[in-house]
């Protein structure tokens, strides 16, 4: 649940979804849900020379099983507030 | 807030999915559930290699089962018709390693 609202938070925020299949798509993140499925909106692919497969997909929907990695924008992480949820967490709620 | 997630602001829409082993099939969305299920009505599917331009392989009425789906795309048309896929050549997606 923890990432689910972390994600939430991020909403509307560029991030980079690099996926396993190694295609990485940067977009604007539009919604998140309990499986971390991610929608983004303006998708560009980052290596579009290499991979001209969705070149005219400017809105999609990632399934969360194929997502590697998430970049995200730097003031979009607070350690804090994520050391202390985690550890909350970690308490059990 | 229409940001629902799942698919319903897509159901009739033309969309591109690519599927875990790589292929990219494009379809009219028809219907979908929890698990990414989806339904494709009219699909067909790109086939991309380096040695010739984009072949498109008529499918017809597809089930796609959702543990097989990376991506869901909603294909803009416009932008769709001003590609030549004639010309597009391009390595295979690699499929997914989990």
């Known amino acids: 649940m923890l990432f689910f609202s972390y994600f939430k938070d991020l909403v509307g925020r560029e991030v980079t979804v690099e ?19 991610i929608k983004l909106e303006n998708t560009r692919v980052v290596d579009q020379d290499k991979y001209p497969h969705m070149l005219s997909v400017r809105n999609c929907f990632i399934r969360g099983s194929v997502v590697r990695y998430v970049q995200l924008p730097p003031e979009g992480v607070d350690v804090e507030l994520l050391h202390d949820a985690t550890r909350r967490e970690a308490r059990g709620g | 807030m229409s ?26 969305l028809k219907g979908f559930d929890q698990a990414t299920n989806i339904i494709l009505d009219e699909s067909h599917e790109r086939v991309y290699s380096t040695k010739e331009g984009v072949q498109q392989l008529v499918l017809g009425l597809y089930i796609i089962r959702g543990d097989n789906i990376s991506i869901v795309g909603e294909l803009d048309e416009e932008l769709d018709a ?12 690699k499929p997914v390693i989990h």
């Open chain 2, 82 to 93: 001003s590609l030549d896929l004639s010309l597009l050549r391009a390595h295979p997606l």
């Open chain 2, 3 to 28: 940001s629902g997630l799942g698919l319903e602001n897509l159901v009739d829409q033309t969309i591109s999915v690519i599927t875990n082993d790589g292929r990219n099939i494009v379809g009219i």
């Open chain 1, 19 to 37: 996926l396993k299949n190694d295609l990485a798509l940067s977009g604007t993140l539009h919604s998140v849900d309990q499986y971390l499925n």
